[in-house]
């Protein structure tokens, strides 16, 4: 099993910024891609950012060039940098991890963005 534990979400103002975490542990061995995704109210839960075991990261359109996804291996946490924050960039967000055909999600965190 893999333990998923995100954190950095909270409130902001439109034009500012969050970065979140995501912490990994358990069976960590052999996880090869950490995305980011978000659900809003009354939406579908959307892919946001994505980053690859060779380090090759993958946006969503809409949060291109204003989020960065990086990873620290030595800590086993995924990071998700978010800029210019936007009203409609209010979700939870939440961290996945995929090992082989296994997928595991944390909790979420809530990012509101006010206007």
């Known amino acids: 099993q893999v333990q998923l534990v995100e954190s950095g979400g909270g409130l902001v103002q439109a034009g500012g910024s969050l970065r979140l975490s995501c912490a990994a542990s358990?069976?960590?061995?052999?996880?090869?891609?950490m995305s980011w995704y978000r659900q809003a109210p009354g939406k579908a839960r959307e892919l946001v950012a994505a980053i690859f075991n060779g380090g090759s990261t993958s946006y969503a359109d809409s949060v291109k060039g204003r989020f960065t996804i990086s990873r620290d291996n030595a800590k086993n946490t995924v990071y998700l940098q978010m800029n210019s924050l936007k009203p409609e960039d209010t979700a939870v967000y939440y961290c996945r991890a995929r090992r082989g055909s296994r997928y595991y999600w944390g909790q979420g965190t809530q990012v509101t963005v006010s206007s």
């Open positions: 358990g069976s960590i061995l052999g996880i090869d891609t």
